[in-house]
T-cell receptor, first 115, second 113 residues
Framework: KAGVTQTPRYLIKTRGQQVTLSCSPI?????VSWYQQTPGQGLQFLFE???????NKGNFPGRFSGRQFSNSRSEMNVSTLELGDSALYLC??????????????FGPGTRLTVL | GNSVTQMEGPVTLSEEAFLTINCTYTATGYPSLFWYVQYPGEGLQLLLKATKADDKGSNKGFEATYRKETTSFHLEKGSVQVSDSAVYFCALRLLQGAQKLVFGQGTRLTINP
């Protein structure tokens, strides 16, 4: 089974631009979560989607948004980029939502650099 | 709130040394506990997990025991290898609801030959 794939792997943008990142979960997985990883803040939860619905959202400004499609693929969008948005964005998939002991399988991440 | 505190890094050991990385947590409910590992340039991989008190998770020679009385989930390995060099994250997820993982700050481990 293929793992979680994220595209693109690397991205360079300038302040004020917007960006869209994509995540394809493991086949059959319906829950997708997004995390931001930075040296200063560590790993922080952005949001979780299940069956095309956002189930949970972390403490991030409204510039961060996401969606999930009927095939469980997910995208996240960041508008009006700031320098502080430079980070590794990780996507994780899980078979279903609401089961705490289920493993989340992580993708390799998208490295976003904002200049 | 829910939080995870890990031993400060970086940690540098010689090959075949004994490893302990401390992890303690604060949770409002009954969490499942996880250790994830991140190798350079990669995403996170689940190393081991425990879902209830006194459970022991183990994988690849690593072990951690869910200690409810001390709210701890320390990672141990009896004899480390150079290939164990990575960043290790302790994390929790509550029994109710969200898939959200709450991570510790990570501990960078370097093993010298």
């Amino acid at each position: 089974k293929a793992g979680v794939t994220q595209t693109p792997r690397y991205l360079i943008k300038t302040r004020g631009q917007q960006v869209t990142l994509s995540c394809s979960p493991i086949s059959g997985h319906r829950s997708v979560s997004w995390y931001q990883q930075t040296p200063g803040q560590g790993l922080q939860f952005l949001f979780e989607y299940f069956s095309e619905t956002q189930r949970n959202k972390g403490n991030f400004p409204g510039r961060f948004s996401g969606r999930q499609f009927s095939n469980s693929r997910s995208e996240m969008n960041v508008s009006t980029l700031e320098l502080g948005d430079s980070a590794l964005y990780l996507c994780a998939s899980s078979p279903e939502a609401g089961v705490s002991y289920n493993e989340q399988f992580f993708g390799p991440g998208t490295r976003l650099t904002v200049l | 709130g829910n939080s995870v505190t890990q031993m400060e890094g970086p940690v540098t050991l010689s090959e075949e040394a004994f490893l302990t990385i401390n992890c303690t947590y604060t949770a409002t409910g009954y969490p499942s506990l996880f250790w994830y590992v991140q190798y350079p340039g990669e995403g996170l991989q689940l190393l081991l997990k425990a879902t209830k008190a006194d459970d022991k998770g183990s994988n690849k020679g690593f072990e951690a025991t869910y200690r409810k009385e001390t709210t701890s989930f320390h990672l141990e390995k009896g004899s480390v290898q150079v290939s164990d060099s990575a960043v290790y994250f302790c994390a929790l997820r509550l029994l109710q609801g969200a898939q959200k993982l709450v991570f510790g700050q990570g501990t960078r481990l370097t093993i010298n030959p």
